[in-house]
Structures are given as C-alpha cells and as structure tokens.
T-cell receptor, first 108, second 116 residues
Framework: DAKTTQPTSMDCAEGRAANLPCNHS???????VYWYRQIHSQGPQYIIH???NNETNEMASLIITEDRKSSTLILPHATLRDTAVYYC?????????FGAGTTVTVRA | EPEVTQTPSHQVTQMGQEVILRCVPI?????FYWYRQILGQKVEFLVS????????KSEIFDDQFSVERPDGSNFTLKIRSTKLEDSAMYFC??????????????FGQGTRLTVV
C-alpha cells in the first residue's frame, strides 16, 4: 500500500472549517483514499473515502487532486467533539495501514 | 445503526495464561479483522478472515495467536500463553466485501488487554 504523509497536529476554532491535508504521491491507480478518526483510544471511526472524484457525506468532504497525489479532508463546521486523531490511508483492501495521523484539537 | 461489538471491554490476565477476545461483527458482513494498538503507538493490522479461513496475517500474528468463527455470529481472537508485551487495545472490524469499493470497514470499541 502507498505511504501517506500528514501533518503531526493542527488546531481549529470551533465552528470553523478544518482542512486536513494528506500527501500520497505513490498511490496506484486502484487504491482508494480512506479517512478514519480515533477519539481518545476508541475504535477507529470511518469518515469518508474516494477514488478519483470528490466526495461528500454527512460528516465531511474529501477533495482529491486530479493527479491523485494528495487529498484534503474538510470538516465543514468543527465542534469540540471532532477533537481526535485523523488518519489518511491509501489501500486496496481492509488491511489498513494506520500511520501516526494528524492530531486535531478543536478549541472553543 | 449496525455496529461491531466486542467483549469484554477490559481483560486483565496473568502472564502465561490464555485469553479469548470476542467480537460480534455486523450481521451481513463477510470479512473480519483484528487490529491492535499498544498504548501510545499506531493501530496495527493483525489478521483478516474470510470464508472460515485466514486470508492474510501480519508478522505480529505468530503461532501464539489464532482466530475462529465458532458460530454464525461470533469472531474470536485467542492468545495463548500471554506475554507482558501483548498488553494493548485489540480492535475487531468487519466489512461487507474484502476489496475497497463502495463500502467501509467498521471497527468495534476495542478490548483493553492488560497482562500482569
């Protein structure tokens, strides 16, 4: 599976959009981009995934660049409950390789 | 909303003892997984299971570990002769299909295993 690079941490103001970048320059044609988050050692929670097109669901939006070498997860209106570690994962299947992720802290 | 359930939430065992961690995957899912997370470290893949056999396993998943689907609903991880370094959160996950397409893998809330 392709390796991903994410910033170690970021802060976000409550009510504002949080934009989480991820680089995956070695992604192969069939690999999907997945985003999970983990709130305080709970089980990883699925957020969103995509292959080529931008995706949106009730939790977030995923913007994938045309060359697929990077993506951005957007939490449109961050709340305090969105404080978590966010993982960007590139994979063909569910042998998911979790990196260190981005620790997002939402501040009031 | 369907969810993966794991029991117990916390298990304390003595070194050298055997433990069985239990999971009830989402009912229509066919693929099952175990991951673990040692405190302060990354979530690591252990094993995937489909059609009553292991489909893939990591280097961590040695002879000390085994998985089983003893009936139509449970999926278990057995650790024989536990070691101190087996102390971790163990997460079960399940997915409808094995290849990533239009579905996702759902994780349980984990079992915290403490070996003393």
């Amino acid at each position: 599976d392709a390796k991903t690079t994410q910033p170690t941490s970021m802060d976000c103001a409550e009510g504002r959009a949080a934009n989480l970048p991820c680089n995956h320059s070695t992604i192969s044609g069939n690999e999907y981009v997945y985003w999970y988050r983990q709130i305080h050692s709970q089980g990883p929670q699925y957020i969103i995934h995509g292959l080529k097109n931008n995706e949106t669901n009730e939790m977030a939006s995923l913007i994938i660049t045309e060359d697929r070498k990077s993506s951005t997860l957007i939490l449109p209106h961050a709340t305090l409950r969105d404080t978590a570690v966010y993982y960007c994962i590139v994979s063909l299947d569910y042998k998911l390789s979790f990196g260190a992720g981005t620790t997002v802290t939402v501040r009031a | 909303e369907p969810e993966v359930t794991q029991t117990p939430s916390h298990q304390v065992t003595q070194m050298g003892q055997e433990v069985i961690l239990r999971c009830v995957p989402i009912s229509n899912h066919l693929y099952f997984y175990w991951y673990r997370q040692i405190l302060g470290q990354k979530v690591e893949f252990l094993v995937s299971f489909y059609n009553n056999e292991i489909s893939e396993k990591s280097e961590i998943f040695d002879d000390q570990f085994s998985v089983e689907r003893p009936d139509g609903s449970n999926f278990t991880l057995k650790i024989r002769s536990t070691k101190l370094e087996d102390s971790a959160m163990y997460f079960c996950a399940s997915s409808e299909v094995g290849r990533v397409k239009n579905t996702e893998a759902f994780f349980g809330q984990g079992t915290r295993l403490t070996v003393v």
